[in-house]
């Protein structure tokens, strides 16, 4: 059964410090991997995702993941984190149900960002 | 720009009332979509459709039903509100390649009493 494991609720990091996210996926054939991002009060904006090639892909706001398939994970990172990138992030895994797509996300989550 | 509008940011209603959350898409998207979301469960699908008048059974299902009668408008609807059904309810939209990303709404913030 296909699934993904956010296994950090939370994270609070220093302005300026270095980030990561861990996600863990579950998917029989090959996975289709996106990151989206939540700020408060609005819906999901996708940060980045995954589908071939190279396994290091860059996103927007400067994040970027790595596609580790002998772990099954696809974790984020950003070297420098900013106030503004406070929210809750959310990876998911696209599949397909037999009749058609469906996305598989993780529980999230929420990083706050101390000055 | 493209957009997926939801009819209601914030919405409150009564147990026992029929419910009902729009959301329309402008961009001609094939799969329409829509999530419950929960503090520390995540988002969980509803319901989704990937084609007009066709509708697939999510995580969970129970409680809702849905209606897609033209391509860009996809509701869904709680036939008899209960409070355990207050939520965030997000709506997506996406092309029909798996590869495509989703588009998100806003969000609908349900509170039923």
């Known amino acids: 059964a296909q699934s993904v494991t956010q296994p950090d609720i939370h994270i609070t990091v220093s302005e300026g410090a270095s980030l990561e996210l861990r996600c863990n996926y579950s998917?029989?054939?090959?996975?289709?991997l996106f990151w989206y991002v939540q700020s408060p009060g609005q819906g999901l904006q996708l940060l980045l995702k995954?589908?071939?090639?190279?396994?290091l892909v860059q996103g927007i706001k400067g994040f970027e993941a790595e596609f580790k398939r002998s772990q099954s994970s696809f974790n984020l990172r950003k070297p420098s984190v900013h106030w503004s990138d406070a929210a809750e992030y959310f990876c998911?895994?696209?599949?397909?149900?037999?009749?058609?797509?469906?996305?598989?996300f993780g529980t999230g989550t929420s990083l706050t960002v101390i000055p | 720009d493209v957009k997926v509008t939801q009819s209601s940011r914030y919405l409150v209603k009564r147990t026992g009332e029929k419910v009902f959350l729009e959301c329309v898409q402008d961009?001609?998207?094939?799969?329409m979509f829509w999530y419950r979301q929960d503090p520390g469960l995540g988002l969980r699908l509803i319901y989704f459709?990937?084609?007009?008048?066709?509708?697939e059974k999510g995580d969970i299902p129970e409680g809702y039903s849905v209606s897609r009668e033209k391509k860009e408008r996809f509701s869904l609807i709680l036939e008899s509100a209960s409070t355990n059904q207050t939520s965030m309810y997000l709506c997506?939209?996406?092309?029909?390649?798996?590869?495509?990303?989703?588009?998100f709404g806003s969000g609908t913030q349900l509170s039923v009493l």
């Open positions: 997506a939209s996406s092309l029909r390649d798996r590869r495509e990303k989703l588009f």
């Open positions: 998917y029989g054939a090959t996975p289709y």
């Open positions: 995954y589908f071939s090639g190279d396994t």
């Open positions: 998911a895994v696209g599949g397909y149900s037999g009749t058609g797509n469906q996305f598989y």
């Open positions: 961009m001609d998207h094939e799969n």
């Open positions: 459709s990937y084609d007009v008048k066709m509708k």
